[in-house]
């Protein structure tokens, strides 16, 4: 344990020894008993007579005066007490105290007769001399130089010294490098990788918990964790974290990093554990886990200027770009790809891509007609690109020239292609044109492949939507229910996928616990629909109410309910959207909320489903008694006229016969029929014209 030295530790000795030097330079030659003298402030000089000049200051003396050197008997010199003097210059001598010696000062002299010198106290062996001078004997300049040097360097060389010892002895030793040390002999058993486990922090940040065994050889060696494209990526990693291998059996905890050190999202498929030699680098032992993460564009640009890239860099992050889709990135992928038609504008790779940015930033006839002409420019180098065949025919379906992307997309499967969009987009024309097997079928496809972790995984999420939807519209629910479990299986990273599922079981499942556990985990996760989530969950606590075994419980329940979904007609309109949340609507009611109750906007829970367009929520809250003849709003328009400018034919109807006014006054004694007339709404305009005057 190292001694806590104050005022005499390392850094007091240093001073002493610096000190030491300067006093011991200033020090006539042994032997020689030369007489000091201090001087008083003011200049001061030595006359050619050899009488010692001193220029008082201006207080003391108007003009120099000449003084003659005088001897006199010293006197016994007075004691100082050692607690005054300065630390870094207290020394043990006889009696325990020394008047301090103070820096030497030359003045100027004649250097080839003598030599003065100048200290704070005279001291001579039998006299002190008064006045302001001291001279020494003469002493050839030579003599006096050699001296001196050979002090200088007995001191340096005490000096260098102290300082090693110093350094070598009293400092901590530096660690030996690990690769010089010796290897300890190795345990018993082999080296393993055990157990991998990946784990998401509060943050959203990946990590990954190791459990291995390392017995030691090769030593010294260290764990490497990274995640890959899947597990024929054997190329070098870019990016990763590693620790030190520590003999036995260990568990770790690591962050993961992004695969690419690039600002567009990408996807990776296995987490891969790694050991390897520190000294050669050689892989001696590899784990994969397969878990998928779908890593996030960042929000600044990382790695080299675009300038700098080769045309599969910048292609593969212009993909990306377009992929995410936002403002930012959609400008990005233009710069990337002009870029790439700098260098090979025969790169017809890029054509699709062109033409996806060309839609995605101008979408409608114009954007449309704009991507055809790229995609027609590119088949014009190779009439074979298979992914140029697939994107014209999804023009050709929005363009409503169904023949033309029917045979587009035959073409494409002809020449051979693993773009899964061949089978979303071809499920799509399908779906246009009412025809649900053959669309389902189509979606099937798209999935029957699993994951790619690039950018055709876009082409699975929308195939897993579409189909779900059709499930669920034919009330095919345990279908539907199976697609979400895979969903959520296959894409754990989506932290959206839950919430789709709690609100599917929500609407046409009666398990409220289920529909907390997923709605919270999208919660906790980040999911970007917070307020949605929000009423899921509220909503499911009012299911939970309802079915309370004690009033304790109920009020519990309830409480929790209004935090996350306070009562209202948002309330009600949410539960009318299927018919088992439908009757929580009975017991709200019946518990003292009107079914017309209205918010800030004067909007009623009809009113909201009217502009949602669901006709079914309409038909629920119409049977549980809402007013179809309701006026809404500041305005106070009729609520039919909601219905009319979302040009919804469906609720018109629903609403006229039901009770809702064709005649009812509008603005200015406008009617409702001709507002429709007026925005080109014929057949709502037709319907309310025969109802006038009658209700249907």
């Not at 892989?283 to 990382?302: C, S």
């Not at 939807?469 to 697609?483: N, S």
């Amino acid at each position: 344990m190292a001694t806590v030295r104050s005022c005499a530790g390392w850094g007091g000795l240093l001073q002493r020894v610096l000190l030491l030097i300067l006093l011991l330079r200033a020090r006539p030659a042994p032997g020689a008993e030369t007489p000091r003298l201090v001087l008083p402030e003011g200049r001061d000089w030595l006359e050619p007579s050899g009488q010692l000049v001193l220029r008082l200051p201006p207080g003391l003396a108007a003009a120099p005066t000449s003084l003659p050197i005088s001897r006199h008997p010293r006197p016994p010199p007075a004691p100082v007490p050692a607690s005054a003097i300065p630390c870094p210059l207290r020394h043990s001598r006889a009696g325990g105290n020394l008047a301090p010696p103070n820096p030497i000062q030359n003045i100027p002299h004649d250097a080839g007769s003598s030599i003065l010198q100048s200290v704070t106290q005279v001291e001579h062996p039998d006299s002190i001399i008064t006045g302001a001078m001291t001279l020494r004997d003469k002493i050839p300049a030579q003599e006096a130089t050699s001296m001196h040097q050979h002090r200088t360097v007995l001191l340096m060389a005490l000096l260098l010294g102290l300082l090693g010892y110093y350094f070598f002895q009293v400092q901590p030793a530096y660690p030996v490098r690990l690769a010089a040390q010796k290897a300890p002999p190795p345990l018993e058993g082999e080296n393993e990788i055990r157990a991998i486990r990946v784990f998401r922090a509060e943050n959203g940040d990946y990590g990954a918990q190791v459990e291995y065994h390392y017995r030691g050889e090769p030593w010294p060696a260290l764990m490497r964790i990274y995640p890959v494209l899947d597990r024929n990526e054997n190329a070098e990693p870019a990016n990763y974290s590693s620790t030190l291998l520590s003999r036995g059996v260990h568990q770790v905890d690591e962050s993961l990093v992004r695969a690419y050190i690039s600002q567009p999202a990408h996807s990776t498929h296995i987490v891969r554990v790694e050991m390897l030699s520190t000294k050669d680098k050689k892989v001696f032992l590899r784990k994969d886990l397969e878990y998928p993460i779908d890593w996030p564009r960042l929000p600044y640009a990382v790695g080299k200027a675009d300038s700098e890239k080769d045309i599969p860099t910048l292609y593969r992050e212009a993909v990306a770009e377009i992929d995410f889709s936002s403002r930012e990135s959609l400008k990005n992928a233009r710069s990337k790809l002009e870029r790439i038609a700098e260098k090979d504008p025969r790169f017809v790779p890029a054509y699709p891509e062109m033409a996806r940015y060309q839609m995605k930033t101008n979408w409608g006839p114009e954007g449309l007609r704009q991507g055809e002409q790229t995609l027609k420019a590119g088949l014009a180098i190779d009439p074979e690109h298979a992914n140029s065949h697939v994107l014209i025919g999804y023009v050709y379906a929005h363009q409503g020239r169904y023949a033309e992307a029917r045979a587009a997309f035959a073409r494409a499967r002809e020449i051979g292609t693993d773009n899964l969009w061949l089978w979303a987009n071809w499920g799509e024309l399908h779906l246009m044109q009412g025809q649900l097997p053959q669309a389902i079928a189509m979606y099937e496809k798209a999935l029957a492949t699993g994951r790619t972790y690039d950018t055709y995984d876009r082409a699975r999420k929308d195939a897993y939507r579409h189909l779900i939807d059709i499930h669920r519209l034919a009330k095919a629910y345990d279908k539907a229910d199976a697609l979400h479990r895979k969903r959520i299986e296959e894409y754990p990273s989506e932290n959206c996928y839950p919430y789709r599922y709690a609100d599917f079981l929500l609407r046409y499942r009666n398990d409220a616990d289920q529909v907390l556990t997923h709605a919270k985990r999208a919660l906790n996760t980040g999911c970007a629909y917070q307020a949605q989530i929000r009423k899921v969950i509220g909503s499911a606590y009012y299911a939970k109410w309802q079915s309370a075994e004690s009033p304790e419980q109920a009020d519990a329940y309830r409480a929790q309910a209004r935090l996350h979904f306070p009562e209202g007609p948002v309330l009600l309109y949410w539960l009318a959207r299927s018919d088992r949340t439908a009757t929580l609507i009975d017991a709200l009611v019946a518990d003292g909320i009107s079914i017309d109750v209205t918010d800030n906007t004067g909007l009623t829970a009809l009113a909201h489903a009217v502009h949602e367009q669901d006709t079914e929520a309409m038909q629920r809250l119409i049977e549980r008694g809402a007013d179809p003849a309701a006026r809404i709003g500041k305005q106070k328009i009729p609520l039919l006229a909601l219905a009319v400018l979302s040009n919804d034919l469906a609720a018109v109807e629903l609403l006229l016969k039901n009770g809702a006014d064709a005649d009812a006054p509008v603005y200015g004694g406008a009617t409702l029929a001709g507002m429709a007339e007026g925005m080109g709404y014929s057949d709502i305009a037709e319907l309310l014209k025969n109802a006038a005057g009658k209700r249907i």
